[in-house]
């Protein structure tokens, strides 16, 4: 059974720094570039824009470059400004950025698929770009030769691609919903396993190498946390949006998960808490509180002259009840249910106010989303829509995180000062006044914001 959506109140809205309106058609993947105050995007027009930010305030293209068909997708690399374009005539480009982003230079074509390219992936530590295509071939190709290095053919067109330089397994979403993880050599591939846990096609994939964990976003509108590293099969679930989920972006430095979905919604998951995983529903010919018959047991119905019940399932203890044994409703945000579901009596009495305390906000980016990025280096985070405007936000606590960081670092250079030259008396002044720039700089930031949300109309 289908859990019972409902609207969730939305915390205060990311603030939104700047939009770009000038494509003419929808943008499909648009990149922030990292230390610059730029953006790169390739649309369904068949362009390739670099916008730089001007003395005005505005984004304007110091590079405009059309193709010879529509660019689907597109992967940069910051270190070594490669552009990779995936193209709907099945082509991937590349291109070298210069330096001042005002010039990009041809490198290569790869003739990569019979179909349109859905992801493109550009790995330097390998020198590899692989890419996935409606023709339901995954391939790799050396980015120095130009030649193709393998090829995988997949059950259906993959919507999604990921890959782990340590290990070099490649993870695979296709549109049956199934996630592939596939071990790459220089010239073949293995299959490593399969795991399915979505009921929709799989629409978007995020990995993190660090805790070892997979994210994967489905069209069903669930969130599944696959935990690769713990080697255990444990798969968390998060269920927080009401339409199929358009991207994942993972912040590695404060530990949470950004998603998006086609109606717009932007939810920040809290990912540096201990989640359960939800249980598996239990089969039953009868209630398994009141006993009652379910409408399919006939023998029972006969036997006690009652009409059959409609069969539920509780989402915390994944027991069989009817609906009377199930009339209330709740959020279990440690299992990932930021919306109320369907409970038992028995476990509605156990959740506390406590348990049901959120561990996400909900934000509206007031457009239907088509790409997602976030840069971690400035906290900046893009979304591009059907409406074909790309718009750059940034939230207040990315500023905090930095200052507090920055302040802890500074009390321990005066920690350290002391202790080398004693005079413990001037610990705090000295702490005080090497942490004065840091919080004027917060401050600064802060009134800014403040700014941008009252006077600024997103």
């Known amino acids: 059974m289908a859990a019972e959506i409902q609207p969730k109140p939305q915390a205060r809205t990311p603030v939104l720094l700047n939009k770009i ?10 990149v922030i ?24 305030g505005q984004y304007w293209p110091s590079v405009f470059h059309t193709m010879p068909a529509s660019c689907s997708c597109m992967s940069f690399n910051p270190e070594t400004r490669r552009l990779s374009v995936g193209m709907e005539n099945g082509t991937v480009s590349e291109f070298i950025l210069s330096e001042d982003y005002n010039k990009m230079t041809p490198a290569r074509t790869y003739q990569a ?16 770009v692989l890419s996935t295509g409606q023709d339901k071939n995954f391939t790799w190709h050396c980015s120095e030769s130009g030649t193709q ?9 993959v919507s999604g691609l990921q890959f782990d330089v340590e290990t070099r397994h490649a993870f695979v979403g296709d549109f049956s919903g199934q996630v592939t993880i596939l071990k790459l050599e220089q010239d073949s591939c293995s299959l490593v396993t399969t795991f399915k846990g979505h009921t929709g096609n799989v629409t978007a994939l995020c990995w993190d190498p660090v805790q070892r964990v997979l994210f994967s976003g489905s069209s069903d509108h ?12 444990t798969a968390i679930e998060l269920q927080g949006h009401n339409e199929k989920v358009q991207g994942l972006c993972y912040a590695p430095h404060t530990r949470q998960l950004i998603s998006c979905s ?13 989640r359960q995983e939800t249980p598996e529903w239990l089969d039953s010919d009868s209630c398994q509180k009141c006993e009652q018959p379910f409408f399919w047991n006939f023998k029972q119905m006969w036997d006690s002259k009652k009409i059959g019940l409609r069969q539920h399932h509780c989402r915390k203890c994944g027991q069989a009840v009817c609906g009377k044994c199930s009339a209330k409703r709740s959020t279990i945000p440690l299992m990932g249910f930021e919306f109320e579901v369907r409970v038992c009596d028995s476990c509605h009495a156990s959740i506390t106010d406590e348990d049901r305390a959120p561990m996400a906000t909900f934000h509206d980016s007031k457009h239907s989303i088509v790409y997602m990025h976030y840069e971690p280096t400035t906290g900046w985070l893009l979304t591009s829509g059907t409406d074909k405007v790309v718009k750059v936000r940034q939230q207040l606590q ?3 995180f930095v200052c507090v960081c920055l302040d802890r670092v500074f009390l321990v250079i005066s920690l350290i000062q002391v202790k080398k030259y004693g005079n413990p008396k001037l610990h705090w002044i000295n702490h005080l006044v090497m942490t004065i720039p840091v919080w004027l700089t917060y401050f600064q930031a802060a009134l800014y914001m403040f700014s941008l949300t009252c006077f600024y109309e997103p």
């Open 33 to 56: 570039i990292p230390k610059e105050d730029g953006v790169i995007s390739v649309s369904e027009d068949r362009t390739i824009r670099i916008w730089l930010k001007r003395d005005s």
């Open 398 to 400: 990315d500023t905090l």
């Open 262 to 274: 086609a109606d717009g919604a932007i939810v920040v998951w809290n990912m540096d808490v201990t």
């Open 149 to 157: 290095l393998g090829l995988y053919r997949t059950t259906a067109w």
């Open 222 to 233: 669930s969130i599944i946390m696959w935990d690769i590293g713990g080697r255990k099969g």
């Open 113 to 128: 698929h019979q179909g349109k390219v859905t992801v493109v992936l550009f790995v330097l530590e390998m020198e590899w």
């Open 21 to 30: 309106e000038a494509s003419q058609d929808v943008v499909n993947t648009a």
